[in-house]
């Protein structure tokens, strides 16, 4: 049955669904990172989503707000680098924008990926086009806006096709921010690893609700 809204615990069995996702595509994140970067970003997210897991199973989650919270600070504590601090600020900046949210439905996946988006962009000083995590993050964002009026699984499916697009279209894009950044125009061609991440985040969370 596709899902209109999700309570906690569905949340919480989403995130883990999202957690094993990420871990299954540590190989595909790995020769992504390689081509642009140094090749740690699937081992980073796959230590993360790790924590995750054991972060989920043990903690008391009682509400959608802190189901997304304690997955940011199992990614920042466990993770370090880059990554950690700004996978973790999505989940964080976005979790803390929805403690209002009593289930997820549309409205507050709008309000989640905005704040989680603002919070990364604000904390690595990206924007789009700069060819990173952004690129597939804002554009899923913006369609989640779109989509409040939608039933979830709706939403969610419409918001991972932009991740997804975003995803693709960062290849053509010249890297200006972190490692990638001294390859110049030798980075095009290529999709950024951490769009690679949002893109495959989002996918997981719209398989689960479909
Ligand atoms: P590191 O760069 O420390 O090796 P990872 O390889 O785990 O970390 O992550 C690299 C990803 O982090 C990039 O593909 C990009 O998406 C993202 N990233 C790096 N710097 C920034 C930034 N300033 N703002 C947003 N995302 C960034
Ligand atoms: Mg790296």
Redesign the pocket.
């Known amino acids: 049955m596709p899902k209109h809204a999700l309570d906690v615990t569905e949340t919480v069995e989403m995130l883990k669904a999202v957690a094993h996702a990420i871990i299954a595509a540590e190989p595909e994140l790995t020769d ?2 390689r081509n ?7 081992i ?2 796959e230590r993360g989503m790790s924590a995750v897991l054991e972060k989920v199973s043990a903690a008391e989650i009682d509400t959608i707000s802190k189901a997304f919270t304690t997955v940011g600070m199992a990614m920042m504590s466990s ?6 601090a ?2 973790g600020t999505m989940f964080r900046s976005g979790g803390k924008a929805i403690e209002n949210c009593a289930i997820l439905d549309s409205a507050c996946l709008a309000e989640l990926l905005v704040a989680g988006n603002e919070g ?2 604000a ?4 924007k789009p086009g ?6 597939a993050l804002a554009p899923a964002a913006i369609k989640a806006k779109e989509s409040i009026a939608m039933p979830l699984h709706e939403a969610l499916s419409d918001v991972a096709v932009a991740a997804e697009d975003g995803r693709n279209s960062s290849k053509q894009l010249v890297a200006t ?4 950044k001294t390859l110049g125009e030798k980075s095009i061609g290529f999709p ?7 893109a495959i985040i989002l996918r997981a969370m719209a398989d689960f609700v479909a």
């Open positions: 992504a990172d642009l970067g140094d090749g740690d970003h699937g980073g997210m993770m370090g680098g880059a990554s950690g700004l996978f990364v962009m904390r690595g000083g990206a700069d060819k990173t995590m952004i690129d921010m972190g490692r990638a950024d690893a951490g769009a690679c991440s949002v």
